[in-house]
């Protein structure tokens, strides 16, 4: 009986930076030579040769810095399409500056490489065609470590600039094992996700998960603190990692992360109503969403309490009137009152103090009632909602669920008509 034999595949070999500086002469100064080089004979060349590539090549004196753009490119992961273009555009900056690459800071690399795609046109004349060298500069700036700050370029596919330094295999291979992970957990497939673990790989300057560290995603995280969503992937992608049992202590961020979220909540409100807000969070029996949205108005009540009437912690300690006055309060609202101060993206910081569109005026009394009734507190406290519920309505009442609030006078309260 024949038994079928499988090829055991080799492991693949650790990732090695492809660029020895050592080799190199870095001397950040040019020669005569290769200023005359660079300012008269590449022009010159440029207007007869057939080709970019024969037209540097054809160029005398200047291969000293030839060269190590030639490796770096060489150890690319690429198409090759716009990699004599690159060099070109690298060669002209040394001459327009009269300094070798060697020697440039990083705003001269910045503003060789632009922080967006518009900024990069914007830099270079002639205007490049399709914007692909953009990519293949900031991957050459990075092999010869004269740029690795991936993160202060701006707008770069971080995947793609992963794939032309590490290799596509080998970064398809680790960005796979974190998105079939996250995928069996019914997440959809992210590109956001793995933006981030390729910004990981190149802030690390390594292309394994099994090197990143708490540390770094921490690090990383700091660097965007007005970017709830992009703390959301770390979170996931710590969730992620600790399955895989890269990371064994991975609940330490999201220690950092509910702390600092839970300050900001909180912030605003007296002790007593915060106490009281997460003994209630605790315990309910609400759905995650409407625990999540009924706490949150709740706070906001807490916030205005202290602001206006800070005598008063408790729900207990509501009356009629109070109750009045916050519905009024909170038909006056904009957006950005009474809300916990966390820092938010430029985008969403201009809707800030702006009305709110469309919002019942009832709904953050409903849900502070529903605080109370979903199980615990005080069953005879005064609930704001409740207090302003029309004395004779019942369950299947024809009073529009949101109409006017009637005290028991038959006037409006607070002029909400």
Same mark, same amino acid.
């Given at each position: 009986?024949?038994?079928?034999?499988?090829?055991?595949?080799?492991?693949?070999?650790?990732?090695?930076?492809?660029?020895?500086?050592?080799?190199?002469?870095?001397?950040?100064?040019?020669?005569? @030579?290769?200023?005359?080089? /660079?300012?008269?004979?590449?022009?010159? %060349? *440029?207007?007869?040769? &057939?080709?970019?590539?024969? !037209?540097?090549?054809?160029?005398?004196?200047?291969?000293?810095?030839?060269?190590?753009?030639?490796?770096?490119?060489?150890?690319?992961?690429?198409?090759?399409?716009?990699?004599?273009?690159?060099?070109?555009?690298?060669?002209?900056?040394?001459?327009?500056?009269?300094?070798?690459?060697?020697?440039?800071?990083?705003?001269?690399?910045?503003?060789?490489?632009?922080?967006?795609?518009?900024?990069?046109?914007?830099?270079?004349?002639?205007?490049?065609?399709?914007?692909?060298?953009?990519?293949?500069?900031?991957?050459?700036?990075?092999?010869?470590?004269?740029?690795?700050?991936?993160?202060?370029?701006?707008?770069?596919?971080?995947?793609?600039?992963?794939?032309?330094?590490?290799?596509?295999? @080998?970064?398809?291979?680790? /960005?796979?094992?974190?998105?079939?992970? %996250? *995928?069996?957990?019914? &997440?959809?497939?992210?590109? !956001?996700?793995?933006?981030?673990?390729?910004?990981?790989?190149?802030?690390?300057?390594?292309?394994?998960?099994?090197?990143?560290?708490?540390?770094?995603?921490?690090?990383?995280?700091?660097?965007?603190?007005?970017?709830?969503?992009?703390?959301?992937?770390?979170?996931?992608?710590?969730?992620?990692?600790?399955?895989?049992?890269?990371?064994?202590?991975?609940?330490?961020?999201?220690?950092?992360?509910?702390?600092?979220?839970?300050?900001?909540?909180?912030?605003?409100?007296?002790?007593?109503?915060?106490?009281?807000?997460?003994?209630?969070?605790?315990?309910?029996?609400?759905?995650?969403?409407?625990?999540?949205?009924?706490?949150?108005?709740?706070?906001?009540?807490?916030?205005?309490?202290?602001?206006?009437?800070?005598?008063?912690?408790?729900?207990?300690?509501?009356?009629?009137?109070?109750?009045?006055?916050?519905?009024? !309060?909170?038909?006056?609202?904009?957006?950005?009152?009474?809300?916990?101060?966390?820092?938010?993206?430029?985008?969403?910081?201009?809707?800030?103090?702006?009305?709110?569109?469309?919002?019942?005026?009832?709904?953050?009394?409903?849900?502070?009632?529903?605080?109370?009734?979903?199980?615990?507190?005080?069953?005879?406290?005064?609930?704001?909602?409740?207090?302003?519920?029309?004395?004779?309505?019942?369950?299947?009442?024809?009073?529009?669920?949101?109409?006017?609030?009637?005290?028991?006078?038959?006037?409006?309260?607070?002029?909400?008509?």
């Amino acid at each position: 009986m024949s038994t079928a034999t499988h090829a055991i595949e080799p492991a693949p070999s650790p990732w090695r930076w492809p660029i020895r500086l050592t080799d190199y002469d870095r001397t950040g100064t040019l020669s005569r @030579r290769e200023r005359r080089g /660079l300012v008269v004979d590449l022009k010159h %060349a *440029m207007s007869c040769a &057939y080709s970019v590539r024969a !037209a540097i090549n054809n160029v005398h004196g200047i291969e000293r810095l030839c060269k190590p753009l030639e490796d770096a490119l060489a150890a690319m992961d690429s198409g090759r399409r716009y990699d004599e273009s690159a060099e070109l555009m690298i060669l002209k900056s040394c001459a327009r500056t009269g300094t070798v690459f060697w020697s440039w800071d990083a705003s001269v690399w910045r503003r060789l490489l632009g922080t967006t795609q518009q900024v990069f046109f914007a830099a270079h004349v002639p205007t490049p065609k399709a914007g692909g060298e953009r990519h293949v500069l900031i991957a050459i700036a990075y092999l010869l470590r004269c740029c690795t700050d991936i993160p202060a370029l701006g707008e770069v596919q971080r995947v793609g600039i992963a794939e032309k330094v590490f290799g596509r295999e @080998r970064v398809g291979t680790a /960005l796979k094992r974190v998105t079939d992970v %996250a *995928m069996g957990w019914g &997440y959809r497939h992210s590109s !956001a996700l793995e933006c981030v673990v390729a910004e990981l790989f190149l802030i690390n300057q390594h292309p394994e998960l099994e090197a990143l560290s708490m540390e770094l995603i921490e690090s990383a995280k700091r660097r965007r603190p007005d970017c709830p969503y992009r703390s959301a992937l770390y979170c996931q992608l710590c969730r992620v990692l600790e399955n895989l049992g890269i990371l064994a202590h991975s609940t330490r961020t999201h220690t950092v992360v509910d702390r600092a979220l839970r300050e900001a909540r909180l912030a605003g409100t007296s002790p007593e109503w915060a106490s009281m807000v997460e003994r209630w969070e605790a315990t309910s029996s609400l759905t995650a969403q409407t625990r999540t949205h009924t706490r949150d108005a709740i706070l906001k009540a807490g916030r205005w309490l202290q602001k206006t009437h800070p005598q008063i912690t408790t729900p207990q300690e509501w009356t009629r009137e109070l109750a009045a006055e916050y519905v009024g !309060a909170v038909s006056r609202m904009k957006v950005g009152d009474y809300v916990g101060r966390i820092p938010v993206s430029p985008v969403l910081s201009a809707s800030l103090y702006q009305p709110v569109p469309g919002t019942p005026t009832s709904m953050p009394c409903e849900r502070s009632s529903r605080m109370l009734r979903s199980g615990t507190g005080s069953p005879d406290a005064l609930i704001p909602f409740d207090l302003l519920r029309h004395p004779g309505r019942s369950k299947h009442s024809s009073v529009p669920r949101h109409g006017p609030l009637r005290t028991t006078f038959g006037q409006s309260s607070c002029g909400l008509d």
